[in-house]
């Protein structure tokens, strides 16, 4: 199955290095609250190799989930059984989130800022929305209470914009120093948005609290890195190249994960 | 009331949703009763206000039957595969005609069920901080702590006219009992005027007892018990059968096109007179495919005699 022909040039697609670097950026947390769609196989990847002791966390109820296929979606007979505790969704919002208990929230969005805020509402006006999206799920309370927030998605001049149209979560509002005083004086627990991993690279945010490029994926350039960002982005001095996937991670994710290749083609 | 409930899914959606009600049929991916989304679409009601968490494909199809006129909700798609076409064409161009959207997030719709059932006049959450969803819904209100200690939100409670669930298993008299996502059922069912309970399996009043912690709905708020076994399908019903993917990702390509959402309707809902034909229709072959891999039981727990 593996000696089949490679998914891109380089032998991985873009994709699968965006999920594979997502997925080690988990190292070391214990509790992640998991999204639909990308951040679903990057955190069940990260459980089967650098965070063997992950609990996953899904809103529809299941807090310790160990799924043995890909959940079809966020909701999954197979994220029930053997997991530790299948609860209501109110129990899972008000005593693990809100409570406290979650060190990472996981999210995708359609449209993010130099801020990390965050849009999966409408592209358009919101009363006649160009393109009408999903909306927030429990984005909003995600990115509010969870310690940390991670983000995983494409880079495009769509996607990565100025200003974006609808603000369905907040990342670091208008800047780090604005936002750490509104979640002070707020009493929330999170501290905003940590992560972004992209298709490109994976940006960190500086302490002014703008994202800034760390590392570049192989075979991505800064000049696809600024032609695919609505502002002129801040690069790290020292920006390296992420670590290309391993065997062992490019199996997990071809056979185990997502053998039909439907969010790593 | 009798303590003996079991209707046939036609005389229980005839008897209790009218039109212009609010209806709510949850279930968060699990167990969502499209059996009794069908017979409201087949029995043409009119004007209703659908609430849910997730639309899901089953108010979409519902939506495009034409039986509402609002919509009530956190998240809108098809999940882990695309969105709903029949509802974004009602909002992005309002044809055939506008649909009203009401806009919370999860937590926001959980705690107005919530509110709802403990007959609360709102519920406070910390979430919506620094979003512009109070702004586009301004039934999302900041509110003062009485206590001195911040400001958190509040959602006002949500009261559907009919709720309708469906379980593995109910007795006549409507105790329910769930396994696998609980999602918000509970919640909803309790905030509810009225209850429909849809059942894989009526059972008798014994199995209940023997393990009430498994209970959810206590007949005492059930109007109506529907049995209809695969009634939640394509959505699924942990133990018994799974999502039918094949048919999420059909849905995909159908929402796109009003012709072909009517035509899927009228060979799947109109053209039928009930889910026993829905069944004959998609086939043994189709169902006995979604049966679970394996089985995995739970433990037996002993509860104790006391006398």
Known sequence: ?265 | MSSFKVASMHDAVADLVRDGDTVAIEGFTHLISFAAGHEIIRQRKRDLTLARLTPDLIYDQMVAGGVARKLIFSWLGNPGVGGLGAIRRRIETGEPAPLEVEEYSHFGMVGRYTAGAANLPFFPIRSYFESDLPVANPLIREIESPYGDGVVYAVPPLKPDVTIVHAQRADAAGNAQVWGLLGCQKEAAFAAERVIVVVEELVDEAVVRADPNRTIIPGLIVDAVVVEPFGAHPSYVQGAYDRDNRFYLEWDAITRDEDAIQAWLRDWVYDLDGRTAYLEKLGLERIAALRPSGSAPSGVVDYGEYR
């Open chain 1, 1 to 265: 199955m593996t000696d089949e022909p490679t998914r891109a040039d380089g032998g991985f697609s873009k994709s699968e290095m965006m999920i594979v670097a997502a997925a080690r950026e988990l190292a070391g947390r214990r509790v992640c609250f998991v999204g639909v769609g990308l951040p679903n196989i990057a955190v069940n990847l990260a459980q089967r190799t650098v965070a063997p002791d992950l609990e996953l966390v899904y809103e529809a109820g299941v807090f310790g989930a160990r799924p043995a296929r890909l959940p079809l979606s966020i909701g999954d007979p197979t994220i029930v059984t053997g997991a530790t505790a299948a609860v209501s969704m109110y129990e899972l919002f008000s005593f693990y989130l809100q409570g406290g208990l979650i060190d990472v929230g996981f999210l995708g969005a359609a449209q993010i800022d130099r801020f990390g805020n965050i849009n999966t509402t409408v592209i358009g006006d919101y009363g006649r929305p160009k393109t009408r999206l999903p909306g927030s799920g429990g984005a909003c309370e995600i990115a509010i209470n969870a310690r940390e927030v991670f983000v995983i998605m494409r880079q495009s001049r769509r996607s990565f914009v100025e200003r974006i149209d609808f603000r369905t979560s907040p990342g670091n509002l208008g800047g780090a120093e604005q936002a750490e005083r509104i979640r002070r004086e707020g009493g929330w627990l999170g501290r905003g948005p940590s992560v972004v991993v992209t298709d490109l690279g994976i940006w960190h945010f500086d302490d002014d609290g703008e994202m800034r490029l760390d590392s570049l994926h192989p075979g991505a350039s800064l000049d696809e890195v600024r032609s695919t960002i609505g502002w002129e982005p801040r690069v790290s001095r020292d920006v390296s190249t992420t670590p290309p996937p391993t065997d062992a991670e490019l199996r997990l994710i071809r056979d185990e994960l997502d053998p039909g290749g439907t969010y790593t083609r």
